[in-house]
Each structure stands twice: as C-alpha cells, then as structure tokens.
T-cell receptor, first 112, second 114 residues
Framework: SQKIEQNSEALNIQEGKTATLTCNYT??????LQWYRQDPGRGPVFLLL?????KEKRKERLKVTFDTTLKQSLFHITASQPADSATYLC???????????FGAGTRLAVHP | EAQVTQNPRYLITVTGKKLTVTCSQN?????MSWYRQDPGLGLRQIYY???????DKGDVPEGYKVSRKEKRNFPLILESPSPNQTSLYFC?????????????FGPGTRLTVL
C-alpha cells in the first residue's frame, strides 16, 4: 500500500544546531515533493518544493534533499531558532497533479 | 491581503443537523480543495475543484458535499453530520496554470459533532 512516513516523535534540539527531519514514502513515484510548516491552530504554510530531477534545494536557512532511489526527502534547518518550533509536513504531488498527499508531520521544538 | 478565509472557525453541533462551512479566496485561483486533519493521520483530501462547476472526490469524500458556483467560493456541506466527522478542516487554493505549485491554506475550522 502507499505510505508517507514522517517521524511521529517530536524532535527536540538546542538553538543554533541543525534540525533534520525525514520523509519516507513507499509505492509512490512523485514528480514533486513539498514541505510545509504548520503552527498550532493555523493552516499549513508552504516552504519549499523540490522536483524529482533535483537533488537539493535551498532557501535561506532551509535545505531539502530528494532521493528517488531511497524514496526519501530530508529537510534541514541550519542555525535553528526557537521561532522555528512548529510541525513540518511533507507532501507528494500525485494523482495527475490534482492531489497533494500529506505525511502526518513531525513536531520540532528548538530550545534556547 | 491575499488569503483564504473560512467560516466558522469553531463549530459544535449535534448528529444529523446539516451544516455548511464556507471557504473564500481572493487570489483568483482556479483550483480549490478541502482537507480534514486528524491526529496521526495527517491531512486527507475530501474534495477538490479544478474550476467553476467542476468538482471531484478526494480520498475521503463520504458524508460530504461541495459546490463551486463561483470561482472564489467553495463551501463544504455536511448533510447529516456524524461524530466521526469531528475533525479540523482546511480549505486550500492554488494558483492557476501551475499544477505543482504551493497551496494556500485557510486558518481551519474545528468541528465537533456530538
């Protein structure tokens, strides 16, 4: 069956360190993968998109990698700050591009 | 300000009492979608619409209806709500012509069905 898996346990890190979040998928062949940030009580906000022919994408302190062989995307936040604390969702573009299939998200807590 | 709005933000109702959650966007987006979010399950798509008068089922459409009579509005209708529809609901829209572009989400509607 098709699955998208993100670490269900919260990730706790110290301010200034690099946070790395994982998104694994099975039985999909996504052409695109997106990452969103969601704060409590609010809707997800788009962060980055990476295409299947791109190995890496960067935006300020954010970096996303996409390994279609491993069926995995890694999301990195460098020099993390308490304001980065949120839940991060990965999403695959599927179904003839009409659907985004979301993972359940990983909660990140950055401690001062 | 470009945004997706939803109303109401919070709703407590009883089983069987019809309700409508409104969604409106001011970005002239052709594509709109409804999701529900449940703990541990992530966001699941209920219905989507590629344009006015064009709607299609997502992954969990049972018990829901939608309509798209105008480009900016995409209401979600629960004809006979049941407790298993207690959830957090999000409306989203996407820029036309970019099938893989980011989706803009509304603030969410927390629904409780007793």
């Amino acid at each position: 069956s098709q699955k998208i898996e993100q670490n269900s346990e919260a990730l706790n890190i110290q301010e200034g360190k690099t946070a790395t979040l994982t998104c694994n998928y099975t039985n999909y062949s996504p052409a695109y993968l997106q990452w969103y940030r969601q704060d409590p009580g609010r809707g997800p906000v788009f962060l980055l998109l990476i295409r299947e022919n791109e190995k890496e994408k960067r935006k300020e302190r954010l970096k996303v990698t996409f390994d279609t062989t491993l069926k995995q995307s890694l999301f990195h936040i460098t020099a993390s700050q308490p304001a980065d604390s949120a839940t991060y969702l990965c999403a695959l573009v599927s179904g003839g591009y009409n659907k985004l299939i979301f993972g359940a998200g990983t909660r990140l807590a950055v401690h001062p | 300000e470009a945004q997706v709005t939803q109303n109401p933000r919070y709703l407590i109702t009883v089983t069987g009492k019809k309700l409508t959650v409104t969604c409106s966007q001011n970005m002239n987006h052709e594509y709109m979608s409804w999701y529900r979010q449940d703990p541990g399950l992530g966001l699941r798509q209920i219905y989507y619409s590629m344009n006015v008068e064009v709607t299609d089922k997502g992954d969990v459409p049972e018990g829901y209806k939608v309509s798209r009579k105008e480009k900016r509005n995409f209401p979600l209708i629960l004809e006979s709500p049941s407790p298993n529809q207690t959830s957090l609901y999000f409306c989203a829209s996407r820029h036309p012509g970019q099938l893989y572009n980011e989706q803009f989400f509304g603030p969410g509607t927390r629904l409780t069905v007793l």
